[in-house]
T-cell receptor
Framework: AQKITQTQPGMFVQEKEAVTLDCTYD???????LFWYKQPSSGEMIFLIY??????QNATEGRYSLNFQKARKSANLVISASQLGDSAMYFC??????????FGSGTKLNVKP | DSGVTQTPKHLITATGQRVTLRCSPR?????VYWYQQSLDQGLQFLIQ???????AKGNILERFSAQQFPDLHSELNLSSLELGDSALYFC???????????????FGPGTRLTVL
């Protein structure tokens, strides 16, 4: 069964605008983690942000925030004030059962000047 | 720089051969993960080690094996290589297992394997 879904293969956003990248997941676990990673064209994977399932507040890290809606099982990444350097692949990841990691298929974000 | 090192950066070999990929985790991290990233399969979790012991297995083929040594570095062995094994192999590390917090993974630069 598919555990995590990113429905947007590619997206465009204008520089300085905000963009939301979608991520939904499927689990019956009560305790789990949600992560977002960025992969620029250079290939490295960069950790961006983490949200725990019991965290009441949405996680924020600088221009990144995670819009966590537990009942809907969604964990969307919001990037505010997009920059050209934000152009990359973005992967949503989940941790279930304390040791099972799943990654989505990714969203390719292009920031236009 | 994530603090995770992987060697070699590139590897070109022939079908049927065997290769070893090496990973050193960040200082203090006990958990090591291996992933395979290919164009058609995306990012696939292969295997996880914690403090020398295997903790979780993903889509790892029987031709592949891994281990984590007492100094916490890890090796991924790929044997009887096929054309379809050509991919980018990532190693990642994190400092804990169990509760989700603290499990953010820090990735190495990857080893690009090309099987001809």
């Amino acid at each position: 069964a598919q555990k995590i879904t990113q429905t947007q293969p590619g997206m465009f956003v204008q520089e300085k605008e905000a963009v939301t990248l979608d991520c939904t997941y499927d689990t019956s676990d009560q305790s789990y983690g949600l992560f977002w990673y960025k992969q620029p064209s250079s290939g490295e994977m960069i950790f961006l942000i983490y949200q725990g399932s019991y965290d009441e507040q949405n996680a924020t890290e600088g221009r990144y925030s995670l819009n966590f809606q537990k009942a809907r099982k969604s964990a969307n990444l919001v990037i505010s004030a997009s920059q050209l350097g934000d152009s990359a692949m973005y992967f949503c990841s989940t941790l279930f059962n304390f040791n099972k990691f799943y990654f989505g298929s990714g969203t390719k974000l292009n920031v236009k000047p | 720089d994530s603090g995770v090192t992987q060697t070699p950066k590139h590897l070109i070999t022939a079908t049927g051969q065997r290769v070893t990929l090496r990973c050193s985790p960040r200082s203090g991290d006990l958990s090591v993960y291996w992933y395979q990233q290919s164009l058609d399969q995306g990012l696939q979790f292969l295997i996880q080690y914690y403090n020398g012991e295997e903790r979780a297995k993903g889509n790892i083929l029987e031709r592949f094996s891994a281990q984590q040594f007492p100094d916490l570095h890890s090796e991924l062995n790929l044997s009887s290589l096929e054309l379809g094994d050509s991919a980018l192999y990532f190693c990642a590390s994190s400092y804990q297992i169990g509760p989700p917090g603290g499990n953010e993974q820090f990735f190495g630069p990857g080893t690009r394997l090309t099987v001809l």
